[in-house]
């Protein structure tokens, strides 16, 4: 079992040791929340590749003890300005892998920039070290890593590029092994040399955009040199007395917001925690939040997205009267991919971001970007080639995005900062830490460590399935599969569920950290 960390002036949160020792690392140099944020980001993108890289999207919160508000950046990346369903004639689905899924910008390192730029007390240099070292010198091989691998071994062995990196002398390596990435460390070098413009103008950048070229894909330097991510007004609600943050669309973090606006209309402290009345709750509350995600998300510069009404306290209540509580809402949903890192930093001067990065499906679009050893992610291949589609595919345009780190304020300052890896289960797994944390005062490493599940279509099959943990009692899966419920079992910590993490700032400012035991993390506090 995984022991709660406690601090007395800082908390990291992140799914990989190393991550999560190299944000610590930049706090104890006097760095803040910020640069050791930034930090951990990049660290992730060397020790979680299969998740996350510089080839991938991020989504940011962040509070600053001197602004004293919670503020959003947005670091996705849009499709290529010539990109239209037209290149995808007689196809009835953008390609899942392949250099013909790399249709948008990747986010990652602008995002760095800017919340360095904005808040941060160190140079892009200084902060990327720790990630160079670990590229350039290796690192022990995650057991998630080499289980990903090698479930992915045909998809990765499809190209030569990506497969001399990843399965090096043919093989999967080995857990524990020293991985080295040289060409991703020569990127980073060059990034933290010339900053965010090699990579969107310069020499990173169009050694991407010429392997792309010379593989068949679509994107352009002129798409790479237009990015610009942005400062955005983050989307509020509240629960019980609590303020809750997320990143507006295109991020489906709103959904985190609904759901818990609609449980809030019931007393969830007369509810026994684990019981089949509280999945059954939570489950069909987030139901009700997706059935609006599904209808309204994509970006919002090209259709109107009704937050208002969606964020409501009596659209919340309206849907609350929805509830069956002994029959299940019957409803369909498309599969999404769930390969993300999420990770928290909170410092000693009250400054906190909770930040969210993925390259969509585990290693992506598994094309690496030319001699530059950069990941390139698939989120495009999300866009829809249905003309009537509120998430079809356009010219610059940003996807339907299923990152959502979330932050909860309490008397305007952070109260829990907390997040997941997985699709779909990402509104899943932070409603129920949320509930945990709040309606039963679980400290966030038994909130992490509590069964879990996830609802929602799998890949590859026809039934929409609710897959429940074995720890979830054989009582309780009755009963729900009574109540309509298409219940799967699978094992007591699966990956599934992905890989959640969260840090809560009591009343007397001590940290509490929680960090997934069904991934390679750390929390790490002083």
Same mark, same amino acid.
């Given at each position: 079992?995984?022991?709660?960390?406690?601090?007395?002036?800082?908390?990291?949160?992140?799914?990989?040791?190393?991550?999560?020792?190299?944000?610590?690392?930049?706090?104890? /140099?006097?760095? $803040?929340?910020?640069?050791?944020?930034?930090?951990?980001? =990049?660290?992730?993108?060397?020790?979680?590749?299969?998740?996350?890289? *510089?080839?991938?999207?991020s989504f940011w919160l962040t509070y600053s003890n001197e602004d004293r508000k919670v503020r959003a950046y947005n670091a996705s990346g849009r499709s290529g300005s010539r990109i239209t369903a037209s290149c995808f004639a007689g196809e009835s689905a953008i390609p899942q892998r392949g250099p013909r899924s790399?249709?948008?910008?990747?986010?990652?390192?602008?995002?760095?920039?800017?919340?360095?730029?904005?808040?941060?007390?160190?140079?892009?240099? #200084?902060?990327? #070290?720790?990630?160079?070292?670990?590229?350039?010198?290796?690192?022990?091989?995650?057991?998630?890593?080499?289980?990903?691998?090698?479930?992915?071994?045909?998809?990765?062995?499809? &190209?030569?590029?990506?497969?001399?990196? &990843?399965?090096?002398?043919?093989?999967?390596?080995?857990?524990?092994?020293?991985?080295?990435? +040289?060409?991703?460390?020569?990127?980073?070098?060059?990034?933290?040399?010339?900053?965010?413009?090699?990579?969107?103008?310069?020499?990173?950048?169009? #050694?991407?955009?010429?392997?792309?070229?010379?593989?068949?894909?679509?994107?352009?330097?002129?798409?790479? %040199?237009?990015?610009?991510?942005?400062?955005?007004?983050?989307?509020?609600?509240?629960?019980?007395?609590?303020?809750?943050?997320?990143?507006?669309? $295109? +991020?489906?973090?709103?959904?985190?917001?609904? %759901?818990?606006?609609?449980?809030? /209309?019931?007393?969830?402290?007369?509810?026994?925690?684990?019981? &089949?009345?509280?999945?059954?709750?939570?489950? #069909?509350?987030?139901?009700?939040?997706?059935?609006?995600?599904?209808? &309204? *998300?994509?970006?919002?510069?090209?259709?109107?997205?009704?937050?208002?009404?969606?964020?409501?306290?009596?659209? =919340?209540?309206?849907?609350?009267?929805?509830?069956?509580?002994?029959?299940?809402?019957?409803?369909?949903?498309?599969?999404?991919?769930?390969?993300?890192?999420?990770? %928290?930093?909170?410092?000693?001067?009250?400054?906190?971001v909770s930040f969210i990065q993925s390259l969509y499906f585990e290693f992506g679009s598994a094309v690496v970007g030319g001699d530059t050893g950069i990941l390139l992610q698939n989120r495009g291949s999300f866009f829809s080639l249905e003309p009537s589609h509120v998430n079809r595919l356009e010219p610059d345009k940003r996807t339907f995005h299923t990152l959502m780190p979330a932050m909860a304020c309490r008397d305007g300052k952070p109260y829990i900062l907390y997040g997941t890896q997985g699709g779909e289960g990402q509104p899943? !797994?932070?409603?129920? *830490?949320? !509930?945990?944390?709040?309606?039963?005062?679980?400290?966030?490493?038994? =909130?992490?460590?509590?069964?879990?599940?996830?609802?929602?279509?799998?890949?590859?099959?026809?039934?929409?399935?609710?897959?429940?943990?074995?720890?979830?009692? %054989?009582?309780?899966?009755?009963?729900?599969?009574?109540?309509?419920?298409?219940?799967? !079992?699978?094992?007591?910590? =699966?990956?599934?569920?992905?890989?959640?993490?969260?840090?809560?700032?009591?009343? $007397?400012?001590?940290?509490?950290?929680?960090?997934?035991?069904?991934?390679?993390?750390?929390?790490?506090?002083?």
């Amino acid at each position: 079992m995984v022991p709660q960390v406690t601090g007395t002036q800082t908390m990291v949160v992140s799914p990989h040791s190393l991550a999560s020792a190299a944000g610590a690392r930049i706090l104890q /140099q006097g760095g $803040n929340a910020f640069d050791a944020a930034v930090a951990v980001s =990049a660290c992730l993108a060397v020790v979680y590749p299969h998740m996350t890289g *510089l080839g991938g999207d991020s989504f940011w919160l962040t509070y600053s003890n001197e602004d004293r508000k919670v503020r959003a950046y947005n670091a996705s990346g849009r499709s290529g300005s010539r990109i239209t369903a037209s290149c995808f004639a007689g196809e009835s689905a953008i390609p899942q892998r392949g250099p013909r899924s790399v249709i948008t910008v990747p986010g990652m390192v602008d995002g760095w920039d800017a919340i360095l730029q904005e808040y941060g007390s160190k140079t892009l240099a #200084e902060v990327l #070290e720790p990630a160079i070292q670990y590229a350039l010198e290796g690192f022990p091989l995650s057991p998630d890593q080499h289980v990903n691998t090698a479930e992915r071994f045909d998809v990765l062995a499809a &190209y030569p590029q990506t497969a001399a990196i &990843y399965l090096p002398g043919g093989k999967v390596p080995e857990q524990g092994s020293r991985f080295v990435q +040289s060409a991703l460390g020569s990127s980073l070098l060059q990034i933290a040399d010339q900053c965010r413009d090699v990579f969107y103008s310069g020499s990173v950048g169009q #050694e991407i955009v010429r392997s792309l070229k010379e593989q068949g894909g679509l994107l352009t330097l002129e798409d790479f %040199a237009r990015h610009r991510g942005e400062w955005v007004e983050p989307v509020k609600g509240s629960y019980r007395g609590i303020d809750l943050y997320q990143v507006p669309p $295109n +991020s489906q973090g709103f959904t985190g917001i609904m %759901a818990l606006q609609i449980l809030e /209309q019931f007393d969830l402290e007369s509810i026994e925690h684990g019981s &089949y009345e509280y999945y059954h709750l939570l489950v #069909e509350a987030l139901k009700l939040s997706f059935r609006d995600r599904d209808r &309204y *998300l994509t970006d919002p510069q090209f259709s109107s997205i009704p937050l208002d009404r969606l964020l409501s306290k009596s659209y =919340a209540a309206k849907l609350a009267a929805c509830i069956d509580m002994e029959r299940a809402l019957p409803m369909d949903t498309q599969p999404v991919g769930h390969d993300t890192a999420y990770a %928290a930093v909170v410092d000693s001067e009250g400054n906190a971001v909770s930040f969210i990065q993925s390259l969509y499906f585990e290693f992506g679009s598994a094309v690496v970007g030319g001699d530059t050893g950069i990941l390139l992610q698939n989120r495009g291949s999300f866009f829809s080639l249905e003309p009537s589609h509120v998430n079809r595919l356009e010219p610059d345009k940003r996807t339907f995005h299923t990152l959502m780190p979330a932050m909860a304020c309490r008397d305007g300052k952070p109260y829990i900062l907390y997040g997941t890896q997985g699709g779909e289960g990402q509104p899943q !797994t932070q409603t129920a *830490l949320l !509930t945990r944390m709040v309606d039963y005062r679980m400290p966030p490493q038994i =909130a992490v460590r509590e069964p879990r599940w996830v609802w929602g279509r799998t890949w590859g099959e026809a039934t929409q399935e609710l897959r429940v943990e074995g720890r979830i009692t %054989a009582e309780v899966q009755q009963r729900l599969r009574l109540a309509g419920h298409a219940v799967y !079992t699978v094992e007591d910590f =699966a990956r599934v569920m992905g890989h959640a993490h969260a840090i809560m700032i009591d009343d $007397n400012g001590f940290l509490f950290g929680g960090t997934d035991p069904r991934s390679d993390g750390a929390a790490i506090g002083w």
